[in-house]
């Protein structure tokens, strides 16, 4: 958690200076979710994410040099400077994609699920998502379907209550996140998604139904992020409402608790992950840029 | 050779490559129905069973990105839709993923996957049952899109689009699925992206894509007859087309007609006329002439059908324009097949 956070106000930092150029969604606020639920899972399982996935990426043993090279567009980046902020990969922990479009690797995930399932292996696929995305029928349709083929997978919903600049009052009738999956015979919890212990007991408990074929799951994570939709600055644009909220949400610091949970100072290992951060930003640094004369390559593999 | 309709070519091809490859798995609308996939997938659930021949809910958008994550995690699935134009709800997944995936993630994985989508067109069926919707495919970078004109080449594209490491739109048209030919008993594959001359002239170049290639052919018969020696050549893939063979045809006639089972506009005639122009304008003796569909959505009424549809007399009559033995015609080639 401390590893997502300390990197992600580093990742700040370059947007605010105007060295990272790319779009960045921060997860601040959230590392809960991530290291909860990837904590629950094993080598093999996947992690399908979105556009805010450096917490996905992180938690999954992804490489902070790979991450921050791709933010700032080098061909060290864990997507050869391609995919920028939004476009992760780390197949080899998991991470085959994350990709922007709301909701858009949800199915994707119920597609490797049923890979795994007509192979025989016993692998889990995770889709997270936003509360946003709950909006997009496909992922209804994937609930569906999820159910009708009993896929090990678990839908992990972080309910950071805003889509973009939308309360979820603005967009729902009824705060019932955790109920989406119901009509489509996929159960739901709901977990406090700053408490990690919560969302990793949760997680593994999903993650063990998935697992011994018994079918999805749907956590709804409820949380906060910190700062704006996109970008460094705290999102201070829609209102005195949402002020209120993140002193309050701070006072929920998952961090923090974790602190509580585990009785102990947190500082020495903060100074450990800063050096690992310094360095690994470094490197990146050192990282070439991306040549013109290859814009054409990889449209296609051959 | 043994000869196979268009349509046992398909089924052919499906489970040859069931039987061989068992990552290759069918997912999609009307696969365990006795009718909906017009014979091409008959029985198939029976052989392969039905966890991996899944006739699902209708759910175009979420079931196509089933099939993009299942071709991720290793699989190679046919991702099947019984009308193309039910292929609108799952843009996503074909063009925002599987398309850019190879792009996005500088070639570090792609996505192996067909899309077979079905033309369905006339029967009076209507503008949302009978579009052929290729031309959009092909505007697209990393989707490559295939259209098969006979039964030999509706087995080696599919087997060559299963082998292809990039997504795959493969689109067939039933009016072609009682058309008979020669075809191989085993596995072979149709180069993508490889144009078929089957018919060498002198006089006029004929490309014809999918039906109208068949078209194509019928009305270099009659053009034959007239004393006019055309060369027909069958695009079989749109992206990526080859461009080499239909160049070199175009210089050696200086004239060319693209015959195309979709609409007019920013279609792939116009793609195809508009590099001749660029590439070979001082080797043509006449304008490049359109055999299209009208810019109009598909009619449900017989009669209008008739009209909607080109055939054979419009490749002719715009062959003769090009080679200056008609006046000019007005209005849309399409309108006077």
């Avoid at chain 2, 180069?191 to 290639?213: C, F, H, K, L």
Wanted: with cysteine; glycine share 10%.
């Amino acid at each position: 958690m401390l590893r997502i956070r300390r990197a992600e106000e580093a990742i700040a930092e370059m947007v605010d200076s105007g060295e990272a150029r790319c779009p960045c969604h921060l997860s601040i606020g959230q590392e809960a979710i991530p290291a909860g639920v990837c904590a629950a899972l094993r080598a093999g399982d996947t992690v399908w994410g979105g556009h805010r996935s450096h917490g996905h990426y992180l938690a999954q043993g992804g490489s902070l040099e790979g991450l921050f090279a791709e933010v700032l567009g080098r061909t060290t980046g864990c997507s050869g400077g391609r995919g920028g902020s939004m476009h992760l990969i780390a197949a080899e922990h998991g991470i085959p994609g994350t990709v922007p479009i709301v909701a858009a690797t949800v199915p994707l995930a119920a597609g490797a699920a049923l890979a795994y399932k007509l192979r025989g292996e016993a692998r889990v696929a995770v889709a997270f998502f936003g509360d946003g995305a709950l909006e997009e029928g496909s992922v209804h349709e994937t609930l569906n379907l999820a159910a009708l083929y009993r896929l090990p997978m678990v839908f992990v919903c972080e309910n950071n209550l805003y889509s973009s600049h939308l309360h979820w009052s603005e967009r729902r009738l009824a705060d019932n996140l955790d109920q989406a999956g119901a009509f489509h015979s996929v159960g739901g919890e709901r977990v406090d998604g700053n408490q990690v212990e919560h969302v990793e007991d949760a997680a593994r408990r999903a993650v063990a139904r998935a697992r011994a074929g018994a079918g999805p799951s749907l956590l709804e994570c409820r949380t906060f992020r910190w700062r704006g939709h996109v970008g460094a600055s705290p999102d201070q644009d829609v209102g005195v409402r949402r002020r209120g909220e993140l002193a309050e949400w701070r006072e929920r610091d998952p961090i923090r608790r974790a602190e509580i949970l585990l009785a102990t100072d947190l500082e020495p290992y903060r100074a450990e992950i800063d050096q690992e951060i310094r360095c690994a930003l470094a490197s990146a640094r050192s990282g070439p840029v991306r040549d013109a004369c290859r814009l054409e390559e990889h449209v296609c593999v051959s | 050779m043994r000869q196979l309709t268009y349509v046992q070519a398909i089924h052919e091809a499906h489970r040859q490559a069931m039987a061989a490859d068992a990552r290759v798995v069918l997912i999609g609308q009307g696969l365990w129905s006795p009718w909906y996939a017009g014979g091409s997938l008959d029985n198939l659930d029976r052989e392969f069973g039905r966890g991996r021949v899944l006739d699902t809910p209708v759910s175009e958008n979420a079931v196509s990105g089933m099939a993009v994550g299942a071709a991720l995690a290793g699989m190679r699935p046919i991702v099947f839709h019984p009308r193309m134009d039910f292929l609108l709800l799952a843009m996503d997944p074909m063009i925002n993923q599987a398309a850019n995936w190879s792009y996005l993630f500088a070639g570090k994985a792609s996505v192996p996957l067909v899309i077979r989508a079905v033309i369905n067109r006339g029967g009076e069926q209507g503008a949302q049952h009978s579009q052929a919707l290729h031309a959009m495919f092909m505007h697209v970078p990393g989707l490559k899109t295939v259209m098969p004109a006979t039964p030999a080449d509706a087995k080696g594209l599919l087997l060559a689009a299963l082998e292809d490491p990039n997504p795959v739109l493969y689109i067939d048209d039933r009016w072609l699925y009682s058309q008979t030919g020669p075809v191989p008993e085993g596995i072979y594959r149709t180069p993508i992206g490889e144009a078929a001359i089957r018919r060498a002239g002198q006089d006029v170049t004929i490309v014809g894509i999918s039906w109208m290639a068949a078209q194509a052919l019928e009305a270099a018969a009659v053009l034959a007859s007239q004393g006019i020696d055309a060369e027909v050549i069958d695009l079989r893939s749109l992206k990526p087309w080859d461009q080499g063979r239909v160049l070199e045809s175009a210089r050696k006639t200086g004239r060319l007609i693209v015959a195309d089972s979709g609409w007019r506009t920013a279609g792939a005639a116009a793609e195809i006329a508009a590099t001749v122009a660029a590439e070979a304008f001082h080797d043509l003796h006449a304008p490049v002439e359109r055999v299209t569909l009208p810019d109009t959505p598909a009619p449900t009424s017989r009669a209008e059908e008739q009209a909607y549809y080109p055939g054979p007399a419009a490749i002719v009559e715009a062959a003769r324009r090009a080679l200056g033995q008609t006046a000019k015609a007005c209005g849309t080639v399409g309108a006077a097949a």
